[in-house]
């Protein structure tokens, strides 16, 4: 009764604290979330302790037998299968790649599980409390402070003439716009120019703002601005 109680409360403990990280990442809208962290700790910290038992079993076995027990064998293959699950979790993007935290976390979690399965409870208590003040505490106090750089393609077209064009680089200029590229091209069946530009600027850049001055200039027919692939 007593290793029952033992192993029901490793159990519910790993799935609390993977819960706990898990509905962090759920509130930011991440696939990997409560459920799935909760069912990563609760699985890693299973298989600790079946590598605990596996010692506790066979650990008196006679030497003349071919058994070699390792706990950390279970323990070690679990965190190699963890890359699968986490690279999962990860989307890259033509500018950017996402998910990286969320992966990070299910690695995390199944740390804290099997902390919980060879009973560090300490230890798994500590770290889970150190991950969620980063992920809660940091995003909020620091996060906004962060200026990171993006790389865009800002498309415009318009019936007006080429030299119109270039009132968009000085928009672009004036909000300080690194203009690392431009392409120009003319359909001559709509007598229509278009003009592609890379950019590389602040996330923070008033995208919004720019598009809004240069659909004030002459005869703009459409105006797109997407993520580019980092060079």
Request: glycine share 8%.
């Amino acid at each position: 009764m007593i290793d029952l109680l033992e192993l029901l409360g490793k159990l519910l403990l790993a799935a609390t604290l993977g819960g706990a990280i898990g509905y962090e990442r759920e509130r930011h809208g991440q696939a990997a979330g409560f459920r799935t962290n909760i069912i990563v700790s609760t699985a890693a910290c299973l298989l600790m302790i079946l590598s605990l038992h596996l010692v506790k079993l066979y650990g008196q076995v006679s030497s003349s037998l071919s058994i070699r027990l390792d706990p950390s064998r279970i323990a070690s293959y679990t965190v190699a299968g963890m890359g699968f699950l986490g690279a999962g979790a990860i989307i890259k993007g033509k500018g950017k790649v996402k998910g990286l935290t969320t992966a990070a976390g299910l690695w995390l979690v199944n740390a804290v599980g099997l902390a919980v399965g060879m009973g560090a409870y300490g230890a798994a208590l500590v770290t889970t409390s150190i991950s969620l003040i980063f992920l809660y505490v940091f995003r909020r106090l620091f996060r906004p402070s962060f200026v990171h750089d993006i790389y865009t393609v800002l498309t415009v077209s318009c019936h007006c003439p080429s030299d119109k064009l270039d009132e968009i680089l000085e928009i672009l200029k004036r909000y300080k716009a690194e203009i690392q590229a431009v392409n120009f091209y003319y359909d001559l069946r709509e007598g229509r120019h278009k003009v592609k530009i890379r950019l590389r600027t602040t996330d923070d850049i008033p995208q919004a703002r720019i598009i809004d001055e240069i659909v004030l200039l002459e005869n703009i027919d459409a105006i797109s601005w997407e993520e580019a692939p980092v060079p």
